[in-house]
């Protein structure tokens, strides 16, 4: 049983904890912010980001169960790292590539990282950081297949993209004669192209790379390797935050510069024997 006078100590202890408190006394106390890119556009420690990837992108963007991987996730970190957010303050939200603009535009996420190709249409909605690297559109086929070459050899045939890619765009432009099938993912493609309900799947020769490398995949797919486009990738931000592209674009910078570019580009896109075409490492362009 306690005291009277234990009880009036005790009584003043607490007085003061919840003072302290409500002061922000303390040197445990943590900053915060009211959204991601406040914290991280000024550079200050504690600043979370959202962040949309892919995450059905091996060797670029891929989630596997509570952990992401390739090469996009990792230039992600880097920048966010120079924006000053560490690793564990960053959301991966998930960015199909018919829902990236309208990610940013929402403001459900800071940036996206997703094999997002620079183009002057997207440039209409969005502000673009980089290139940081420099890809090309290719053809996966199954490994048995001889017929398909290249794009020109694919009039009358099945062929998968997926909605929104400049990928799907190209081919309806270019080649009207192919039998265009567009689906929300790449891995949806994969899966009809290994159950040969589509013929070939289409886009950049990194994510077809990156799925032929896989596992269950190995010795069954393949990439045909003429490449016949060239598409680089941007981080995107929302429309007119040049302020924030610009520290985006001297973490690029400095990721090139200082090796870390290529250590990424190895260990994601290593396995496929893949090598980086013409271009590459890219020189990011200056913020309009």
């Known amino acids: 049983m306690i005291g009277r006078r234990s009880a009036t100590a005790l009584a003043a202890a607490a007085a003061a904890v919840l003072a302290l408190a409500a002061c ?32 059905d992108q091996p060797g670029l963007g891929l989630k596997q169960g ?41 403001g459900q996420v800071d940036l996206v990282v997703a094999t997002y190709s620079i183009t002057d249409a997207r440039k209409q909605k969005v502000t673009f950081a980089g ?33 929104g890619s400049t990928s799907a765009q190209k081919m309806k432009d270019k080649y009207p004669g192919v039998q265009l099938r567009e689906f929300g993912t790449y891995s949806e493609c994969v899966a009809a192209l290994i159950s040969k309900g589509v013929d070939a799947l289409t886009t950049d020769d990194t994510i077809l790379a990156g799925y032929a490398s896989q596992p269950q995949y190995k010795g069954r797919l393949k990439v045909v390797g ?28 400095a ?24 271009g590459n490492p890219p020189a990011p362009a200056a913020c309009a």
């Open 255 to 278: 990721m090139v510069s200082d090796g870390t570019w290529q250590k990424a580009v190895d260990a994601n896109l290593g396995a496929a024997a893949y090598k980086p075409g013409p």
């Open 131 to 163: 290139p940081y690297f420099i890809a090309g559109q290719d053809l996966l086929v199954r490994s048995d297949e001889t017929a398909i070459t290249g794009p020109d050899t694919m009039a009358g045939k099945q062929l998968c993209s997926v909605k």
């Open 226 to 253: 003429k490449t016949f486009s060239t598409e680089n990738y941007g981080i995107g931000l929302k429309k007119g935050d040049t302020a924030l592209c610009q520290k985006v674009t001297d973490a690029l910078t």
């Open 24 to 55: 922000g006394g303390g040197s445990d106390a943590t900053p915060t912010t009211s959204s991601g890119s406040a914290g991280a556009a000024t550079g200050g420690s504690g600043g979370s980001l959202k962040i949309g990837i892919k995450f």
């Open 66 to 106: 509570a952990k992401y991987a390739g090469l996009d996730v990792d230039v992600a970190t880097y920048v966010a790292g120079k924006l000053g957010t560490s690793a564990d303050k960053i959301t991966w939200v998930q960015a199909p590539s018919a829902q990236r603009e309208t990610l940013l535009s929402t």
